[in-house]
């Protein structure tokens, strides 16, 4: 079983659509979860970080459900940037800076 | 300010040869992690570093070797190249290392192994 796991899509949405994406990972010891954004041939950038109470910023939201070790990402009002690889990612055993990540679902969002 | 950097940011070598790539976290910060990633999959932990102490290694062969430098400076060495060590190397800094701590991403140095 992979540790962090991922559709990898790819999601084809319309502008202006609403798209969640979601994720589980196998170490219940995890401490630090997020969501990255990655764009083709570029470096992952942090999108937002994922808290147990959930958390907003912008069309972005984040859910965390420690007990299933699930996490998830909800985009409103997708627009023709969103267009990218969303990665999930959690910190692994051994180290707080230690990442694990998914795969990356892709997003395309079209006119 | 500058943000992470990396060199050389693409290169290609032959199979047996070595290569290092060199990276500069952001000033101020003492952790620099090291990620491997293959075309279609999330980058991969290859090591981790905090005031110079090696704090973690990832599922890499021997090959792989890495040390930080007393300016919190990181090279990332592997030896023997493979045609499968073809991948984006990148380099990570943190001021710290306690959960909840941002991680940054240098763009990257695109290995072609031949």
């Known amino acids: 079983r992979k540790e962090v796991e991922q559709d990898p899509g790819p999601f084809n949405v319309p502008e202006g659509a609403t798209v969640a994406f979601n994720c589980t990972y196998s170490n219940s010891a995890s401490q630090s979860f997020f969501w990255y954004r990655q764009d083709c041939r570029k470096e992952p950038k942090l999108l937002m970080s994922v808290y147990s109470s959930g958390n907003e910023d912008g069309r972005f939201t984040a859910q965390l459900n420690r007990a299933s070790q699930y996490i998830s990402l909800l985009i409103r009002d997708s627009k023709l940037s969103d267009s990218a690889t969303y990665l999930c990612?959690?910190?692994?055993?051994?180290?707080?800076?230690?990442?694990?990540f998914g795969a990356g679902t892709r997003l395309a969002v079209h006119p | 300010d500058a943000g992470v950097t990396q060199s050389p940011t693409h290169l290609i070598k032959t199979r047996g040869q070595h290569v290092t790539l060199r990276c500069s976290p952001i000033s101020g910060h003492k952790s620099v992690s090291w990620y491997q990633q293959v075309l279609g999959q999330g980058p991969q932990f290859i090591f981790q570093?905090?005031?110079?102490?090696?704090?973690g290694r990832g599922n890499f062969p021997d090959r792989f070797s890495a040390r930080q430098f007393p300016n919190y400076s990181s090279e990332l060495n592997v030896n023997a190249l493979l045609l499968g060590d073809s991948a984006l190397y990148l380099c990570?800094?943190?001021?710290?290392?306690?959960?909840?701590?941002?991680?940054?991403f240098g763009e990257g140095s695109w290995l072609t192994v031949v």
């Open positions: 570093y905090y005031e110079k102490e090696e704090r």
């Open positions: 990570a800094s943190s001021p710290i290392d306690r959960a909840g701590n941002t991680i940054y």
């Open positions: 990612v959690v910190n692994g055993p051994g180290g707080y800076n230690k990442l694990i």
